[in-house]
Nanobody, 125 residues
Framework: QVQLVESGGGSVQAGASLRLSCTVSGRTGRISFMGWFRQAPGKEREFVAA????????FYSDSVKGRFTISRDNAKNTMYLQMSSLKPVDTGLYYCAADSSYSGSYSSILEYNYWGQGTQVTVSS
């Protein structure tokens, strides 16, 4: 099993920055891909960013490209999401996800078999 714990959420003004962290424990050797998703009230969970846990390749949704940066520290078993130039539309519950058998669909929630509980990000105008 793999356990994921997110932290770093908060309430900020538009234009501010936040860094989210996702700490991984358990059978971390099984992880192949990790990602960040978010869910706004009344909306479906959507892809934000993903990284190949093995080689560090990164992928982003068009809505955050150029503003958010995903990274990982394998030695600390931690993944990060640096968020800059935040907008009110970035508001939501941010989830960390891990995949133990990557099949090529990094932006699909169906790709990931481990999820954290989420950390809230609220951006006011």
């Amino acid at each position: 099993q793999v356990q994921l714990v997110e932290s770093g959420g908060g309430s900020v003004q538009a234009g501010a920055s936040l860094r989210l962290s996702c700490t991984v424990s358990g059978r971390t050797g099984r992880i192949s891909f990790m990602g960040w998703f978010r869910q706004a009230p009344g909306k479906e969970r959507e892809f934000v960013a993903a990284t190949d846990w093995r080689d560090g390749s990164t992928f982003y949704s068009d809505s955050v490209k150029g503003r958010f940066t995903i990274s990982r520290d394998n030695a600390k078993n931690t993944m990060y999401l640096q968020m800059s130039s935040l907008k009110p539309v970035d508001t939501g519950l941010y989830y960390c996800a891990a995949d133990s058998s990557y099949s090529g669909s990094y932006s699909s929630i169906l790709e990931y078999n481990y999820w954290g509980q989420g950390t809230q990000v609220t951006v006011s105008s």
